[in-house]
């Protein structure tokens, strides 16, 4: 799986020059429908040339931007490794895509701008977070929605413990064992560390600096990023790595066991159950905030007002439906706005454009469905001043 971060969507939200093919499919881990994964695409890419050759472009251009894509409907290694969800994006520069646990509904735009708005759960204030798992023998690095999880791929960061602490002599390799009665009782001892040469009692600083590695990995993979982070490891492995983490989101309850006893699926289940009442508490205070707010100047949900604001890093907080557009231009220059009842050429999704910019100016975004907004508007935003 890929890793989706601010970093990503603010290199896919650049506006560049040309038309700009953005598409969302869902896809399958496992099973029969895998085979049916390749034959979407192709129908989508099918309709996205049309799209172009509508937009201006000659068939022969329209064809050569999309010739890389088109490419994957024959990768066989390509469909085996799937998560929950496919986003490509396609200009006359780039071509990439992103694997992700989140089930998109099957969407095609082409714009002078690449649509992200079905990105935002896995972006937004209550939508994702990470669990890294460390044992032994393995580092897995997982990032989560509410409705499903996928192990990221991993580059740059240690791919175990027994390989980080290895002795000098390669013939001394430490394993680690939980303590042996209960937690503080009688009869407990501390975690001991054997290696082929004997026991080493409590050795920490080996831990440590390993952990110091892990985390100047991830510092790499998550920079920027603001969505708690859970580890799962054995339990006095945890207060080791809280004192070498520097992710400032690290969550101070963690899931203890060997994670390699643990599916995705249930440290999926294990984690959400940590961060799900932080979100849902998050969240409900910015909703109050509004109620509260929105007959003042600290607040609005109009369209006219909240893009701009977005634009120029006034938006604090905001809600916006994922099943809605609102699609037309904006003007930086005059501040303004201009809504089109249909989408029209150059035309971009203006609430997408609002959720978008507010998250590259730091705030936080909840990309709910249109009866989660509060107060019943299609548009809620919080303003810093």
């Known amino acids: 799986m890929d890793i989706l971060s601010r970093k990503v969507l603010r290199a896919l939200s650049e506006k560049k020059d040309g038309l700009h093919v953005s598409i969302y499919m869902p896809t399958h881990r496992a099973g029969p429908e895998t085979q049916q994964d390749p034959i979407r695409l192709k129908n989508l890419l099918g309709q996205a040339e049309e799209r172009l050759m509508d937009s201006g472009l000659r068939a022969p251009e329209a064809k050569a931007q999309l010739e890389r894509t088109y490419k994957l409907i024959q990768d066989g290694l390509f469909w085996q490794n799937q998560s929950d969800g ?21 969407l095609m735009v082409v714009a002078d701008r690449f649509h992200v708005k079905p990105l935002l759960p896995l972006l937004s204030g ?31 960061v240690p791919s175990s413990l027994a390989e980080a602490l290895r002795f000098n002599d390669p013939e001394k390799q430490l394993q680690f064992h939980t303590t042996t009665g209960p937690t503080g009782g009688k009869g407990s001892r501390p975690a001991a560390f054997h290696g082929h040469g004997g026991v ?43 004192e070498a983490n520097t992710y400032t989101h690290l969550v101070d309850r963690g899931i203890t066991g060997n994670p390699e006893n643990l599916s995705a699926g249930e440290l999926h289940r294990e984690a959400w159950a940590i961060v799900q009442p932080r979100f849902l508490e998050e969240r ?7 109620r509260q707010l929105s007959d003042t100047d600290g607040a609005s949900d109009s369209l006219a007002e909240v893009v701009p604001a977005a634009y120029h890093g006034r938006v604090e907080t905001l809600f916006v439906p994922l099943d809605l557009q609102r699609w037309g231009t904006f003007d930086p220059a005059a501040n303004e706005i201009r809504v089109h009842k249909d989408a029209e050429p150059c035309d971009q999704d203006l609430m997408d454009f ?10 936080s975004v909840y990309a709910v469905e249109l009866e989660q907004m509060p107060a019943e508007v299609s548009l809620a935003a919080l303003f810093r001043y």
């Open 284 to 290: 409900e205070v910015a909703a109050k905030r509004f």
């Open 126 to 156: 209550d939508g994702r977070f990470y669990v890294l798992a460390v044992s032994q023998d393995r580092v897995r690095l997982l990032q989560g929605s509410r409705h499903s999880i996928g192990e990221v791929d991993l580059e740059g």
């Open 200 to 242: 080493i009692q409590d050795d920490k600083v080996d831990i440590l600096r390993y952990f110091h590695k892990l985390d100047d990995g991830l510092q790499g993979l998550l920079a920027g990023e603001q969505a708690p982070l859970v580890l799962a490891a054995v339990d006095y492995l945890l207060p080791i790595y809280q």
């Open 86 to 106: 496919l986003a490509i994006f396609v200009s006359s520069e780039i071509a990439r895509y992103y694997r992700l646990p989140l089930g998109f509904e099957e």
């Open 354 to 363: 609002a959720a978008v910019q507010t998250l590259l100016h730091g705030g």
